[in-house]
């Protein structure tokens, strides 16, 4: 026998032991298999399993593990990213820790071989945890950016590109972090919203005739001011344009220029323009050839471009002297307190810069022309569609893509630098040299460039790259394009647009069919997570506490498209208790001798509930397969809990006790068969969702009768012809369960004490609903608790009724109820309810507070009065019934 319970906390490592063993995560190797293929979004090597990824990898496991099953050669390809800055800071912080050097101390060499011993000790703790959740990747073939084979195809990208002018170096700004000294990447930049100071600085015009004001949160900047803006059509200096102004501290004569960048309405209407560090004074600074004066070093101290007095000082101690001598020279006009958006580096904390420096850039611009064309032709589908406005919006207006990076850790620029400055571009440090010789006529010292590539830039190969490329591989033949991209919203335009433009370039074809997009896990409010509020749920936890199946369970069936996930543990314990469900099921098909057993032929089966349960199978599997084709998630999740719970567990299992205890054993046969069947098709459709459990169960369940020649893992999906849907036996169980639920709800509604037994009529009925009436009086008699159920002519006085189809069913409550008592009770619960009602319609009338509220705050209690609405209604209906019986 079963145990009593399933203990997940020892089944689990002992089933993905066995599944790994097996080999079966590998594609299959049958020649007529149908390629799909998932390149999993590269972890960072430093990571471990956060909830965003428990949702990501187990939407992509239900996928894997449903297309493996319809028999599919399947790749689920696995990988880990090098993540240059974040791993490099851990190393860096380990190296402090242990009171050793810094990097540049150590040297280069040093560095980077502590930092691969670390990689290799520590790096990838994260996949060993996936397993835990269950995830069947293909480990065999496990990929990290920078092995061998990924470095090779960087290396090749980069040079083909530069040859195709595709990649260049340029003076342009960059996000630059004065911490770690270089470039980063906008998704590496947090926006933090912080209390600030707009200042008002005067700058006098040459000829002496005025002063123009203009505002600013950060007035150091203005030592490199090159030019004042205004809008041409604000009348207030129109006369003004093309005059200088004097810079203060400086005594620079700057021009004022007309540019529609200059807002009339906000602050005074000028703008100073500082184009070394002002990401849109930049673009000014290009329209009208501005000079770009860069202030600051790479740690964000004043330069030999300001004047002496103000060099060599950290950016924020210049601020102070900055406004300190304007305002001792008459040119401070005022300040005002404002709250405003900073830019902070994710990882060093610090405030970002947009610093003017030599980097390296691919033409994105001309690479997302293809890319775009792709996704307008349906080469590639977003799921939600909604997100394809966002892909053109970010594609359409892309800027040249800065791949370089201040770094040791990543892939180092192939670039050769010649004494005079001439650039080599090459695969291999022996093709720079060769071709700096034939170049100069001689031998010629090379150096390499310092930086390395931006982590994305590798990770934009990912799809191609992993399978092989640039050998024109078999898994690469097979396997590309992949067929779905599962990913979160944020990296659409970081990871998933370059793996677009970098595809199209160099496959000629898409990297993916489809990109499923999902949502984020929220805390139950709907606030996000983060470790500053105390609201993060640790996946690994809650897999330690209710077991892995649930937590999938739960995140699947919350997977709605285009809504977040507001994710809590009694949702979690719920399904847990699904589980359990199932588990006891399982445990009452072993008691009653419902073994499987081979061959059965369900269109075979004589009695009706058999017929139904086989036609309720069929039409579930249906259902799961559309929605999962569809990626909705949490379709598929509900109509398997629904065919679990309600149909199988019960209302078949009670349907079906009779015939089991019965002593016709024809019929006892024939339910035990088809109760074994239908479950274990319902293990099939459940195993993507709840791997372990319906494994478990797929083996214990066969050991009492003949063995099963394979695990769960790769049996046939369920494919059930439409035939085996009876509408005869669906009519007939439909109508016994709405008779028996409906009594049960009005039971309830009239406060029916539970241990009595009351008489049902059935009243205008067809013979043929009579007849039901009469086949299965006792089991409707039992299932509803009744003393007895028959047809009448007319409700007797005192009875509750409610209409089923054409008939009138009568509860005589006369004596069980006290009418009176019941009334007043009702009116008083609905009043209550009325009263919480209007207290949230009072809040949500309020502008302000719908305003200044959370947003998870409001829509909780938008949530609550829908509840008290619709609580109203029921008790509404059930006093109506109440007066009509009296």
């Known amino acids: 026998m079963l145990d009593t319970t399933f203990d997940p906390k020892s089944a689990e490592p002992r089933i993905y032991a066995l599944w790994e063993k097996s080999g079966a995560f590998a594609p299959s190797k049958a020649a007529d298999a149908e390629p799909y293929c998932i390149v999993i979004p590269p972890p960072n090597v430093t990571g471990t399993l956060h909830i965003g990824h428990a949702l990501n990898h187990t939407l992509q496991d239900i996928l894997i593990r449903f297309e493996r099953m319809r028999g599919k050669a399947v790749l689920w390809q696995p990988g880990l990213d090098h993540a240059g800055i974040a791993t490099q800071m851990v190393v860096e912080r380990e190296l402090a820790a242990q009171g050793n050097a810094d990097r540049r101390s150590l040297g280069r060499e040093e560095f980077l071989s502590r930092v691969w011993a670390w990689k290799d000790k520590s790096g990838g703790a994260i996949f060993q945890q996936d397993r835990r959740l269950g995830v069947s990747a293909d480990w065999s073939r496990e990929r990290f950016t920078m092995d061998e084979g990924l470095s090779g195809a960087v290396r090749k990208v980069f040079v083909q590109l530069h040859k195709e002018g595709l990649i260049y170096r340029d003076k342009r700004l960059v996000n630059w972090d004065p911490h770690f000294e270089t470039a980063i990447s906008d998704l590496e930049v947090e926006n933090r919203d912080v209390n600030g100071t707009m200042w008002k600085l005067a700058y006098p015009l040459e000829d002496g005739s005025g002063e123009i004001v203009v505002a600013t949160t950060r007035p150091e900047t203005m030592l490199g001011d090159t030019a004042v803006a205004v809008n041409p059509k604000d009348e207030r200096y129109t006369a003004w344009i093309g005059k200088n102004v004097k810079l203060p501290l400086t005594g620079r004569l700057i021009p004022i220029i007309a540019d529609d960048y200059a807002d009339p ?68 006009r005022g300040e005002d307190a404002i709250k405003h958006t900073q830019p902070h580096g994710d990882r060093s904390g610090v405030v970002i810069e947009p610093w003017l420096t030599d980097q390296w850039y691919v033409d994105a611009p001309t690479l997302a022309i293809p890319a775009i064309k792709a996704v307008e032709d349906g080469q590639t589908v977003f799921t939600p569609k909604s997100w394809d406005k966002t892909y053109y919006e970010w594609m359409r207006n892309i800027e040249p893509w800065c791949v370089s990076r201040q770094l040791w850790w990543g892939h180092r620029i192939p670039a050769w630098y010649a004494p005079d400055g001439t650039i080599f571009v090459e695969e291999t440090e022996a093709a720079a040299q060769k071709a700096a010789d034939a170049h100069f006529g001689k031998p010629t010292k090379l150096e390499q460039d310092e930086d390395v590539l931006d ?26 394009p992949t067929t779905t991209l599962v990913t979160a919203f944020d990296i659409i335009f970081f990871w998933v647009a370059r793996m677009m433009m970098m595809g199209m370039h160099f496959m000629k074809e898409v990297p993916f069919k489809d990109v499923y997009i999902h949502a984020l896990v929220r805390d139950a409010s709907g606030a996000k997570m983060s470790k500053s509020k105390g609201n993060v749920l640790d996946p690994l936890t809650l897999v330690d506490k209710y ?93 398997l809990y629904r065919f679990i719970w309600n149909v199988y567990c019960d209302w078949y299992l009670e349907l079906v006790k009779p015939l089991l205890n019965g002593d016709d054993e024809t019929a006892k046969v024939e339910t ?102 009469e086949r299965y009086q006792d089991l409707i008699d039992r299932l509803a608790r009744l003393e007895y159920s028959t047809s009448a002519e007319a409700p007797p006085t005192g009875s509750v009724t409610f209409i089923l189809d054409e008939a009138t069913v009568a509860l005589p409550l006369e004596g069980i109820v006290d009418f009176a008592a019941e009334v007043v009770r009702l009116g008083k619960e609905i009043a209550r309810l009325d009263g919480e009602a209007g207290k949230i319609r009072g809040k949500l009338g309020n502008a302000q507070f719908v305003e200044r509220a959370p947003e998870e705050v409001v829509e909780e209690q938008r949530e609550r009065l829908a509840e008290y609405e619709a609580s109203k209604v029921k008790l509404a209906a059930a006093l109506e019934r109440l007066k009509a019986a009296t």
């Open 672 to 773: 035990r068969r088809t109760a074994a069947w239908a479950f274990d098709r319902m293990l099939m459709l459940l195993h993507p969702f709840m791997p372990f459990m319906t494994e478990e169960l797929w083996t214990r369940l066969s050991e009492s009768g003949p063995k099963r020649d394979n695990m769960l893992l790769v049996q046939q999906w369920p494919a059930l012809p439409e035939t085996l849907i009876d509408a005869t036996a669906d009519a007939e169980i439909d109508w016994i369960i709405r008779l028996v639920s409906e009594t049960r709800a009005l039971r309830a509604e009239m406060n029916v004490p539970p241990a009595a037994r009351v008489p049902l009529l059935l009243v205008g009925a067809t013979p043929e609903s009579a007849a039901r009436l």
């Open 265 to 332: 309405e906000a602050g005074t209407g000028a703008v100073k323009i500082t184009p070394a560090h002002d990401f849109n004074d930049f673009k000014v600074g290009k329209r009208h050839d501005l000079e770009q004066i860069n202030i600051f070093d790479s740690r964000a101290r004043t330069n030999e471009n300001v004047p002496e007095a103000y060099r060599g000082l950290d950016r924020f101690k210049a601020r102070e002297k900055v406004l300190a001598d304007l305002e001792e020279q008459g040119f401070r």
């Open 547 to 639: 077991g892995a199946d649930a937590l999938r369970f739960t995140l699947a069936a919350m997977a709605a498209q285009g809504r977040d996930i507001k994710l809590a543990e009694p949702r979690i314990e719920g399904y847990r208790n699904f589980g359990t469900k199932l588990w006891n099921a399982a445990r009452f098909c072993q008691m009653n001798e419902c073994a499987w057993w081979e061959p059965f032929e369900p269109a075979e089966a004589q009695q009706t509930v058999n017929r139904w349960i086989i036609g309720e199978t069929a039409r579930t599997a249906a259902i799961v397969t559309k929605e999962l084709e569809a990626f909705r998630f949490n379709e598929a999740a509900n109509a």
């Open 455 to 480: 982590t994305w830039f590798s990770s934009a190969l990912w799809p191609f790259s992993t399978l092989g490329w640039p050998e024109n591989t078999a898994e690469l033949k097979k396997f590309y």
